[in-house]
């Protein structure tokens, strides 16, 4: 199947601002590697299109058209994870996130509040926190490059093995005062696809912890699903007459 070049340089910006948000259109340019000329009629078509937003400085960053259409879309982590985090909430308690990364943040996928009673945490979808903030992100930036990681927590490098190494991250406060947070990798075909966690309460700190082994089965679970459901798709093109 044939592609198109232009089509693949605006893709090329949208991916370029999801890692480096707030670019001008030479930075663009080059990260392209086409002239400047070039590069601005892509990020004009984006920008009228309302994919790219245009700040004050004259830096672009993702626009919310990209948010409009992402809404009809089933995250893979969302798809795969079927009553896989249905059965975790059930057996834990306990709220159940699905998270991505998304430039130097992490997302919230999608969430299941916790039936603990009427103390619980609820985590709205579409929550922005910073990767370093919640272990969510950790266990994210503890299977990044090295230098994505050591632009996050150069003081923590060894931190970050360390949870590699575990296959688990736990900390305290990311979704606000006095929450506790257990998360867990999914890795699928040696790629970081999201994290899966659970949030509570901190006077429940002991009982999160004590949810790791289900927890971690849960990501193995959501992962061979995901592969699955790759090896199952056709390639783009197959079939075409």
Same mark, same amino acid.
Request: neutral net charge; charged residues 15%; hydrophobic residues 40%.
């Given at each position: 199947?044939?592609?198109?070049?232009?089509?693949?340089?605006?893709?090329?910006?949208?991916?370029? $601002?999801?890692?480096?948000? *707030?670019?001008?259109?030479?930075?663009?340019?080059?990260?392209?590697?086409?002239?400047?000329?070039?590069?601005?009629?892509?990020?004009?078509?984006?920008? *009228?299109?309302?994919?790219?937003?245009?700040?004050?400085? *004259? %830096?672009?960053?993702?626009?919310?058209?990209?948010?409009?259409?992402? %809404?009809?879309?089933?995250?893979? $982590?969302?798809?795969?994870?079927?009553?896989?985090?249905?059965? $975790?909430?059930?057996?834990?308690?306990?709220?159940?996130?699905?998270?991505?990364?998304?430039?130097?943040?992490?997302?919230?996928?999608?969430?299941?509040?916790?039936?603990? +009673?009427?103390?619980?945490?609820?985590?709205?979808? +579409?929550? %922005?926190?910073?990767?370093?903030?919640?272990?969510? *992100?950790?266990?994210? $930036?503890?299977?990044?490059?090295?230098?994505?990681?050591?632009?996050?927590?150069?003081?923590?490098?060894?931190?970050?093995?360390?949870?590699?190494?575990?296959?688990?991250?736990?900390?305290? +406060?990311?979704?606000?005062?006095?929450?506790?947070?257990?998360?867990?990798?999914?890795?699928?075909?040696?790629?970081?696809?999201?994290?899966?966690?659970?949030?509570?309460?901190?006077?429940?700190?002991?009982?999160?912890?004590?949810?790791?082994?289900?927890?971690?089965?849960?990501?193995?679970?959501?992962?061979?699903?995901?592969?699955?459901?790759?090896?199952?798709?056709?390639?783009?093109?197959?079939?075409?007459?």
């Amino acid at each position: 199947m044939e592609t198109s070049q232009t089509a693949d340089y605006a893709l090329r910006v949208l991916l370029e $601002l999801g890692e480096h948000d *707030g670019q001008t259109v030479a930075q663009l340019s080059k990260a392209l590697d086409v002239s400047r000329s070039v590069g601005q009629r892509i990020v004009a078509t984006l920008h *009228g299109r309302a994919f790219i937003v245009r700040s004050p400085g *004259g %830096r672009f960053r993702l626009g919310p058209k990209l948010l409009q259409v992402s %809404r009809n879309i089933p995250h893979e $982590l969302e798809y795969s994870s079927g009553g896989f985090l249905r059965e $975790l909430t059930t057996l834990t308690g306990e709220t159940v996130i699905l998270a991505s990364a998304v430039g130097p943040d992490t997302v919230v996928v999608s969430s299941r509040s916790g039936t603990n +009673g009427p103390l619980h945490i609820d985590v709205p979808p +579409g929550l %922005r926190v910073p990767l370093q903030k919640d272990a969510a *992100g950790m266990v994210l $930036l503890a299977h990044s490059p090295y230098s994505s990681a050591q632009e996050a927590l150069p003081s923590q490098i060894k931190t970050l093995e360390d949870v590699k190494l575990a296959g688990f991250a736990f900390s305290t +406060g990311g979704y606000g005062p006095g929450t506790v947070t257990l998360a867990s990798p999914v890795i699928a075909a040696e790629r970081v696809a999201g994290s899966i966690a659970i949030v509570a309460p901190d006077c429940r700190a002991d009982a999160v912890l004590s949810h790791k082994g289900i927890l971690l089965e849960t990501s193995s679970k959501v992962a061979a699903s995901i592969l699955a459901s790759q090896a199952a798709q056709p390639e783009i093109g197959q079939g075409d007459g």
